[in-house]
């Protein structure tokens, strides 16, 4: 679990218009013309809402023809509550852990990472070699599945050696491959640092 994550995903649930969306994606999936009307919002504002739900990963959504349909990502929003069950649990000296590691995360990234984001050179150690790929995999999207091609365009964002990178993806288990076509794992499947 990372720290960092939960916070994130607190945040995004510290929103009444939020916890609203969930409540009405738990009877199944909307539109968010839907949404809007169910909730008397304008629909530019329940955008908003959606974008901080869907980069949280509390929502997910699926296109059935021109409408995009929002589904709930019952499964994280479970594993989140775990998560912080967990923390409750925990010894001091384990959130200390955990606070140390987040720190140690973020060093190396803002070491191999330029400020405009492309990554410098692939570390050698593993467990900083594993920090950066988690970060870069934080724009592919849950349930997606991405040609070969377009992940190549995707990873070359970052870094031009998209073979190594692709390759690495498979590797530690972030992503599977079939028939050319990647899809992320879930993350309890992810190698871990």
């Not at 993806?169 to 640092?193: Q, S, T, V």
């Amino acid at each position: 679990m990372q720290l960092n994550r939960l916070v994130d995903f607190h945040k995004a649930m510290g929103d009444p218009t939020r916890i609203r969306i969930v409540s009405l994606l738990a009877g199944g999936p909307l539109h968010g013309q839907a949404i809007a009307g169910k909730l008397g919002l304008t629909p530019p504002t329940i955008s908003h809402h959606i974008k901080k739900l869907r980069d949280n990963n509390v929502i997910y959504e699926r296109r059935d023809k021109n409408t995009i349909y929002f589904h709930l990502n019952v499964s994280v929003i479970k594993q989140q509550a775990k998560a912080l069950g967990m923390l409750v649990d925990r010894e001091e000296g384990e959130l200390e852990a955990m606070i140390e590691e987040n720190k140690e995360r973020q060093k190396v990234l803002d070491n191999f990472f330029t400020i405009d984001g492309k990554l410098k050179t692939i570390p050698a150690q593993r467990k900083k070699k594993l920090f950066v790929f988690e970060h870069m995999l934080k724009g592919l999207k849950k349930g997606r599945k991405y040609e070969e091609k377009e992940l190549n365009e995707y990873i070359k964002q970052f870094h031009e050696d998209y073979a190594t990178i692709r390759r690495e993806f498979i590797i530690n288990h972030y992503m599977y491959r079939e028939k050319g076509i990647y899809e992320l794992n879930p993350e309890e499947m992810w190698a871990r640092p």
